[in-house]
C-alpha cells in the first residue's frame, strides 16, 4: 500500500514551458486535490475532484487544469508556466463523505517546481 | 467562506515542556470538522488529530490534544512532554478546503 505518490519531487521549468505533475492514490479514495503551499500562506487549494470524471475549481485555480478519467490518478496540468508558480505542490486523497470535510487528508511527499 | 487564523508563526519550546499552538476560524456552519496536521523538515504532511464540531469531548492523541471551544471558535493544539520529533509546521484547517498559515515549532533540548 503506497498511499498517495507524486512525481516528479523537484522540477524546473522555463517561463512558458508546459508540464503535467502526476498524482496517484491506491486506497480507492473518491476525493482527490491539489494544493500549492508557499511561505506564509499555508496551504491553498488549486483543483479538487470527488469522483471520476467530475473537477471542481477551488481557490487558485488560474494557470492549471486537471482531469480525473480514473478513481487512482489526479494529475496537474501547468498549461504555459510562470515565475508566480513556483511553489511546492501537494496532492492528497480522502474518503468523500457528504459535505462536511470530515474525513482526513492522506498527503503525497510534494514536488518543488521552480520556474525561471 | 470559511477562514483559519494561526497567530504565532513561531514558537519554541523545551524538550519535555507543554506548548500549545493557537488556532481560530471562521464559519456559519454547525456541523463541521477541524484538523491539525503535522509538517516535518521531511515535508510530507500527516495528520496529527481530528475535532468533530457536534463533539463536545476535547479530542486526545497520546501526547496531543486540542481545546475545543465551539462558541469561540478556537481549536488550539496543546502537545504536552515535547520531543526533539514534534519540530515542524503545523496547520490547522477546516475541513478539506481551508488552511491556516502554519506555525513552525523548535523543540530546544
Known amino acids: 500500500n503506497a498511499g498517495v505518490t507524486q512525481t516528479p519531487k523537484f522540477q524546473v521549468l522555463k517561463t512558458g514551458q508546459s508540464m503535467t505533475l502526476q498524482c496517484a492514490q491506491d486506497m480507492n479514495h473518491e476525493y482527490m486535490s491539489w494544493y500549492r503551499q508557499d511561505p506564509g500562506m499555508g496551504l491553498r487549494l488549486i483543483h479538487y475532484?470527488?469522483?471520476?470524471?467530475?473537477?471542481d475549481q477551488g481557490e487558485v485555480p488560474n494557470g492549471y487544469n486537471v482531469s480525473r478519467s480514473t478513481t487512482e490518478d489526479f494529475p496537474l496540468r501547468l498549461l504555459s508556466a510562470a515565475p508566480s508558480q513556483t511553489s511546492v505542490y501537494f496532492c492528497a486523497s480522502s474518503l468523500d463523505r457528504e459535505g462536511l470535510g470530515a474525513d482526513t487528508q492522506y498527503f503525497g511527499p510534494g514536488t518543488r517546481l521552480t520556474v525561471l | 467562506a470559511q477562514t483559519v487564523t494561526q497567530s504565532q508563526p513561531e514558537m519554541s519550546v523545551q524538550e519535555a515542556e507543554t506548548v500549545t499552538l493557537s488556532c481560530t476560524y471562521d464559519t456559519s456552519e454547525s456541523d463541521y470538522y477541524l484538523f491539525w496536521y503535522k509538517q516535518p523538515p521531511s515535508r510530507q504532511m500527516i495528520l496529527v488529530i481530528r475535532q468533530e464540531a457536534y463533539k463536545q469531548q476535547n479530542a486526545t492523541e497520546n501526547r496531543f490534544s486540542v481545546n475545543f471551544q465551539k462558541a469561540a471558535k478556537s481549536f488550539s493544539l496543546k502537545i504536552s512532554d515535547s520531543q526533539l520529533g514534534d519540530a515542524a509546521m503545523y496547520f490547522c484547517a477546516y475541513g478539506k478546503l481551508t488552511f491556516g498559515t502554519g506555525t513552525r515549532l523548535t523543540i530546544i533540548p
Open positions: 475532484s470527488v469522483g471520476a470524471g467530475i473537477t
